[in-house]
């Protein structure tokens, strides 16, 4: 079992703002229910999902004006032990909302504001004077204006002279700039897996060779491929397997990925093996589907889709 903290790194957080209506008619003026807010951006709803399943993460972020304030009051209000750094632009809001009468949700996702070069650095500097050392950082969601694109392979260099396992969940050239600096852990969908590996398309008896070919250029030491409905697949060095999802009646995709990142490193942070603890990856990630609006998943259900997993998964993966 590892001794140093977990650490999340968000530098593109959100105050998430959602609310339903009964149905959404262009030009009306819509009645909405009351407001609910909680605290966005992938390493936060990670810490949050972490600290739900018994762990004691580090949440560090970016906070500033009002909006900023508020989101650090709701991470703080969930147990998450928090590190932040002042910006001098206002932290972004993002709005959803689900329509009752159709089930359907619309996702309002508004752009991050500009970073100035000196906060960049102070982020860098946060990084670089952790103590204790932690035992993973798990850097997640998009870089905002003003951050070069290599900002996360700064990370990970920052992560090697540490001795932590880095793990980096993004996208496009952020995403590879990680990789080439070399990660401990990588979660990409199909479509971001396509990209690493310099293709248009994957097919998907392609997926675990493509995989297994960026463990070998050494730019991670295992890949856990996202697919959604479908579960996941686990790719080592000499371990291919697919874990099914459970079946659910999903609700909202918001945080799930979050929530299945966090199922994974809190199982391998406690020294379990890579199949445990992407079975409670699956677990995690499906359980939150079942909550609508942002919301995260509920241990109960975890539990009984890791009992699923655990009676009926090897069947399903084998068919």
């Given amino acids: 079992m590892a001794t140093g903290p977990i650490v999340t790194l968000t530098i593109n957080p959100a105050l998430d703002k959602s609310s339903n209506v009964a149905r959404i008619v262009p030009d009306n003026k819509l009645r909405c229910d009351a407001p609910n807010f909680e605290a966005g951006g992938g390493g936060i709803n990670v810490a949050k999902a972490i600290h739900r399943l018994g762990g004691n993460p580090v949440a560090i972020f970016t906070i500033g004006g009002p909006t900023g304030h508020r989101l650090h009051k709701l991470v703080k209000a969930e147990g998450v032990g928090t590190m932040v750094i002042e910006t001098k632009q206002w932290t972004r809001e993002n709005f959803h909302v689900l329509e009752t009468s159709t089930g359907f949700q619309y996702r309002f996702g508004m752009p991050g504001t500009e970073m100035m070069p000196t906060e960049v650095r102070s982020i860098l500097e946060t990084m670089e004077e952790l103590d204790p050392k932690p035992a993973y950082i798990i850097a997640s969601g998009s870089l905002p204006p003003g951050v070069p694109v290599d900002f ?168």
């Avoid at 809190?266 to 379990?272: E, F, I, R």
């Fill in 152 to 319: 996360y392979g700064e990370i990970a260099k920052i992560a090697h002279k540490q001795g932590a396992k880095f793990i980096a969940d993004t996208s496009g050239d952020a995403l590879r700039y990680a990789t080439e600096a070399g990660v401990y852990l990588l979660k990409p969908n199909i479509t971001e897996l396509s990209e690493l590996v310099g293709v248009d398309k994957l097919e998907m008896d392609e997926v675990d060779d493509a995989a297994r070919a960026l463990i070998i250029r050494g730019q991670c030491e295992v890949v856990v491929v996202s697919m959604g409905a479908m579960g996941a697949m686990l790719v080592t060095e000499d371990q291919v397997e697919h874990i099914p999802a459970p079946p659910v009646q999903p609700k909202s995709t918001v945080g799930a990925g979050d929530s299945m990142l966090a199922g994974i490193i809190w199982t391998l942070y406690q020294g379990k093996s890579f199949r445990e603890a992407v079975r409670m990856g699956v677990a995690c990630g499906t359980a939150a589907t079942m909550n609508a609006g942002s919301e995260l998943f509920k241990m109960q259900d975890v539990n009984r889709l890791m009992d699923w997993l655990n009676r009926y998964g090897k069947r399903y993966s084998a068919s």
